[in-house]
Protein backbone atom coordinates (compact mmCIF):
# COMPACT_ATOMS: atom_id res chain seq x y z
CA UNK A 1 0.00 0.00 0.00
CA UNK A 2 1.70 3.19 -1.41
CA UNK A 3 2.03 5.24 2.23
CA UNK A 4 2.79 9.22 2.15
CA UNK A 5 3.46 11.37 5.46
CA UNK A 6 4.13 14.92 5.42
CA UNK A 7 5.44 16.55 8.55
CA UNK A 8 6.84 19.76 9.53
CA UNK A 9 4.63 21.95 9.62
CA UNK A 10 4.14 24.82 11.90
CA UNK A 11 3.54 28.32 12.75
CA UNK A 12 6.09 30.48 11.52
CA UNK A 13 6.71 34.09 11.16
CA UNK A 14 6.38 36.15 7.55
CA UNK A 15 9.62 36.06 6.61
CA UNK A 16 10.65 32.81 8.21
CA UNK A 17 11.61 28.94 6.89
CA UNK A 18 10.37 25.95 7.28
CA UNK A 19 11.30 22.76 5.45
CA UNK A 20 8.56 20.02 5.21
CA UNK A 21 9.32 16.20 4.92
CA UNK A 22 7.42 13.71 3.25
CA UNK A 23 8.23 9.52 4.48
CA UNK A 24 7.52 7.40 0.83
CA UNK A 25 6.42 3.92 1.45
CA UNK A 26 4.70 0.75 -0.15
CA UNK A 27 6.13 1.66 -3.34
CA UNK A 28 9.61 2.01 -5.41
CA UNK A 29 10.46 5.92 -4.33
CA UNK A 30 13.11 6.18 -7.10
CA UNK A 31 11.04 5.31 -9.55
CA UNK A 32 8.81 7.92 -9.67
CA UNK A 33 7.83 11.82 -9.97
CA UNK A 34 7.20 13.53 -6.97
CA UNK A 35 5.10 16.75 -6.00
CA UNK A 36 4.00 19.26 -3.42
CA UNK A 37 0.73 20.66 -3.60
CA UNK A 38 -1.43 22.93 -1.31
CA UNK A 39 -4.55 24.23 -0.79
CA UNK A 40 -6.04 26.82 1.25
CA UNK A 41 -9.33 26.06 3.36
CA UNK A 42 -12.65 26.10 1.12
CA UNK A 43 -9.96 26.32 -1.72
CA UNK A 44 -9.01 24.21 -4.74
CA UNK A 45 -5.74 22.90 -4.52
CA UNK A 46 -2.86 24.39 -6.13
CA UNK A 47 -0.05 22.27 -7.74
CA UNK A 48 3.42 23.99 -6.46
CA UNK A 49 6.55 22.07 -7.65
CA UNK A 50 7.63 18.54 -8.82
CA UNK A 51 10.99 16.61 -9.30
CA UNK A 52 11.61 14.37 -11.88
CA UNK A 53 13.76 11.06 -10.91
CA UNK A 54 17.50 10.29 -11.21
CA UNK A 55 17.25 8.87 -15.03
CA UNK A 56 15.78 12.56 -15.92
CA UNK A 57 18.97 13.97 -13.46
CA UNK A 58 16.11 15.11 -10.40
CA UNK A 59 15.07 18.52 -12.44
CA UNK A 60 12.46 20.31 -10.93
CA UNK A 61 9.53 22.66 -11.85
CA UNK A 62 8.06 25.74 -10.58
CA UNK A 63 4.68 27.44 -10.44
CA UNK A 64 5.91 31.22 -10.89
CA UNK A 65 4.46 32.46 -6.97
CA UNK A 66 7.33 30.12 -5.08
CA UNK A 67 9.95 30.21 -7.71
CA UNK A 68 12.81 31.52 -6.23
CA UNK A 69 11.51 30.80 -2.37
CA UNK A 70 10.81 27.23 -2.30
CA UNK A 71 13.37 24.36 -3.33
CA UNK A 72 11.88 20.82 -3.89
CA UNK A 73 14.69 17.67 -3.67
CA UNK A 74 14.51 14.01 -2.62
CA UNK A 75 16.55 11.47 -0.97
CA UNK A 76 16.25 8.20 -2.65
CA UNK A 77 18.17 6.54 0.09
CA UNK A 78 15.94 7.49 2.58
CA UNK A 79 12.35 7.68 0.74
CA UNK A 80 11.91 11.44 1.51
CA UNK A 81 10.48 14.12 -0.53
CA UNK A 82 11.69 17.45 1.11
CA UNK A 83 10.13 21.42 0.42
CA UNK A 84 12.33 24.09 2.01
CA UNK A 85 10.20 27.27 1.98
CA UNK A 86 11.81 30.28 2.75
CA UNK A 87 10.54 34.29 3.08
CA UNK A 88 7.46 32.96 3.86
CA UNK A 89 3.91 35.26 3.40
CA UNK A 90 0.80 35.04 4.64
CA UNK A 91 -0.57 33.55 1.49
CA UNK A 92 1.77 30.52 2.19
CA UNK A 93 -0.72 29.56 4.69
CA UNK A 94 -2.11 26.33 3.67
CA UNK A 95 -2.23 22.50 4.39
CA UNK A 96 0.68 21.16 1.99
CA UNK A 97 0.50 17.84 0.29
CA UNK A 98 3.33 15.57 -1.04
CA UNK A 99 2.21 13.48 -4.13
CA UNK A 100 3.15 10.82 -6.75
CA UNK A 101 2.71 11.12 -10.05
CA UNK A 102 1.51 8.17 -11.98
CA UNK A 103 -0.78 8.35 -15.80
CA UNK A 104 1.58 11.31 -16.44
CA UNK A 105 1.21 13.77 -14.54
CA UNK A 106 -1.62 13.18 -12.60
CA UNK A 107 -1.18 13.25 -8.78
CA UNK A 108 -2.25 9.02 -7.96
CA UNK A 109 -1.37 9.56 -4.25
CA UNK A 110 -1.70 11.83 -1.50
CA UNK A 111 -0.77 12.39 1.77
CA UNK A 112 -2.71 13.34 4.95
CA UNK A 113 -1.25 16.98 4.79
CA UNK A 114 0.62 19.19 6.84
CA UNK A 115 -0.67 22.85 7.74
CA UNK A 116 1.69 25.71 7.91
CA UNK A 117 0.55 28.78 9.47
CA UNK A 118 2.26 32.28 8.52
CA UNK A 119 0.95 34.61 11.29
CA UNK A 120 2.67 37.22 13.24
CA UNK B 1 -0.93 29.21 -17.85
CA UNK B 2 -3.97 27.25 -18.70
CA UNK B 3 -6.99 28.53 -16.86
CA UNK B 4 -9.82 25.70 -15.49
CA UNK B 5 -13.12 26.71 -15.19
CA UNK B 6 -15.20 24.30 -13.11
CA UNK B 7 -19.02 24.32 -13.41
CA UNK B 8 -21.41 23.98 -11.27
CA UNK B 9 -19.89 25.52 -8.29
CA UNK B 10 -22.32 23.54 -6.05
CA UNK B 11 -25.15 21.26 -6.53
CA UNK B 12 -27.74 18.86 -4.59
CA UNK B 13 -28.99 15.74 -6.30
CA UNK B 14 -31.05 12.62 -4.59
CA UNK B 15 -29.80 9.06 -4.42
CA UNK B 16 -29.55 7.40 -7.86
CA UNK B 17 -29.84 10.85 -9.67
CA UNK B 18 -27.57 11.58 -12.53
CA UNK B 19 -25.12 14.62 -12.33
CA UNK B 20 -22.77 16.24 -14.67
CA UNK B 21 -20.26 18.71 -13.44
CA UNK B 22 -17.85 20.36 -16.74
CA UNK B 23 -14.62 21.62 -16.88
CA UNK B 24 -13.51 24.06 -19.42
CA UNK B 25 -9.48 24.95 -20.26
CA UNK B 26 -8.65 27.88 -21.54
CA UNK B 27 -6.29 26.17 -24.20
CA UNK B 28 -6.77 22.65 -25.94
CA UNK B 29 -5.33 19.79 -23.14
CA UNK B 30 -5.32 16.78 -25.03
CA UNK B 31 -7.58 15.18 -23.17
CA UNK B 32 -5.10 15.24 -20.42
CA UNK B 33 -7.40 16.16 -17.44
CA UNK B 34 -7.94 14.09 -14.30
CA UNK B 35 -10.98 14.10 -11.82
CA UNK B 36 -10.43 14.04 -7.83
CA UNK B 37 -12.65 13.59 -5.46
CA UNK B 38 -12.07 15.21 -1.68
CA UNK B 39 -14.48 14.77 1.81
CA UNK B 40 -14.39 16.79 4.02
CA UNK B 41 -11.66 16.33 5.77
CA UNK B 42 -9.70 14.63 3.89
CA UNK B 43 -7.03 14.18 1.17
CA UNK B 44 -7.95 14.05 -2.25
CA UNK B 45 -8.35 10.93 -4.13
CA UNK B 46 -7.46 10.73 -7.78
CA UNK B 47 -10.76 8.85 -9.67
CA UNK B 48 -9.68 9.42 -13.79
CA UNK B 49 -6.84 10.00 -15.89
CA UNK B 50 -6.57 11.13 -19.79
CA UNK B 51 -10.60 12.40 -19.37
CA UNK B 52 -12.02 8.77 -18.97
CA UNK B 53 -10.08 6.16 -17.55
CA UNK B 54 -11.37 5.02 -14.12
CA UNK B 55 -8.40 4.02 -11.22
CA UNK B 56 -9.08 0.55 -10.55
CA UNK B 57 -11.50 0.60 -7.49
CA UNK B 58 -13.42 3.65 -8.56
CA UNK B 59 -17.22 2.53 -8.99
CA UNK B 60 -18.47 2.56 -12.48
CA UNK B 61 -21.17 4.65 -11.98
CA UNK B 62 -18.33 7.58 -12.55
CA UNK B 63 -17.30 7.91 -15.99
CA UNK B 64 -15.96 11.21 -17.90
CA UNK B 65 -16.20 12.40 -21.61
CA UNK B 66 -14.34 15.26 -23.49
CA UNK B 67 -11.81 16.45 -25.99
CA UNK B 68 -10.24 19.54 -26.88
CA UNK B 69 -10.93 22.16 -24.15
CA UNK B 70 -14.37 20.88 -22.78
CA UNK B 71 -14.71 18.15 -20.38
CA UNK B 72 -17.11 16.32 -17.99
CA UNK B 73 -17.56 14.02 -15.02
CA UNK B 74 -20.98 12.14 -15.08
CA UNK B 75 -21.98 10.25 -11.71
CA UNK B 76 -24.96 7.79 -13.05
CA UNK B 77 -26.41 6.37 -9.52
CA UNK B 78 -25.59 8.69 -7.21
CA UNK B 79 -25.06 6.75 -3.87
CA UNK B 80 -24.62 8.65 -0.34
CA UNK B 81 -21.09 8.04 0.04
CA UNK B 82 -20.79 10.35 -3.46
CA UNK B 83 -21.09 13.24 -1.56
CA UNK B 84 -17.86 15.12 -1.65
CA UNK B 85 -16.19 18.42 -3.54
CA UNK B 86 -14.39 17.33 -6.97
CA UNK B 87 -11.74 19.19 -8.93
CA UNK B 88 -10.56 18.78 -12.30
CA UNK B 89 -7.05 18.73 -12.87
CA UNK B 90 -5.22 19.33 -16.40
CA UNK B 91 -2.14 17.29 -16.83
CA UNK B 92 -1.25 19.22 -20.24
CA UNK B 93 1.54 21.40 -19.12
CA UNK B 94 3.07 22.79 -16.00
CA UNK B 95 2.23 24.78 -14.11
CA UNK B 96 -0.46 22.08 -13.52
CA UNK B 97 -3.65 23.58 -12.67
CA UNK B 98 -7.00 22.72 -10.64
CA UNK B 99 -10.91 23.63 -11.50
CA UNK B 100 -12.28 25.09 -8.31
CA UNK B 101 -14.43 22.25 -7.52
CA UNK B 102 -17.82 21.57 -6.97
CA UNK B 103 -19.54 20.20 -4.20
CA UNK B 104 -21.68 17.84 -4.70
CA UNK B 105 -24.56 17.68 -1.76
CA UNK B 106 -26.92 14.94 -1.31
CA UNK B 107 -30.60 15.57 -0.38
Known amino acids: EVKLLESGGGLVQPGGSLRLSCAAS????????MSWIRQSPGKAPEWLSF??????????EYTPSVKGRFTISRDDTQNVLYLQMNTLRAEDTAIYYC???????????WGQGTLVTVSS | DIHMTQNPVSLSAFIGDKVTITCRASQDISRYLGWYQQKQGQSPRFLMYYTSILLSGVPSRFSGSGSGTEYSLTITGIQPEDAATYFCQQCYSYPFTFGSGTKLEIK
Open chain 1, 99 to 109: AKHEFGYAFAH
Open chain 1, 51 to 60: IRHRPNNYTT
Open chain 1, 26 to 33: GFTFADFY
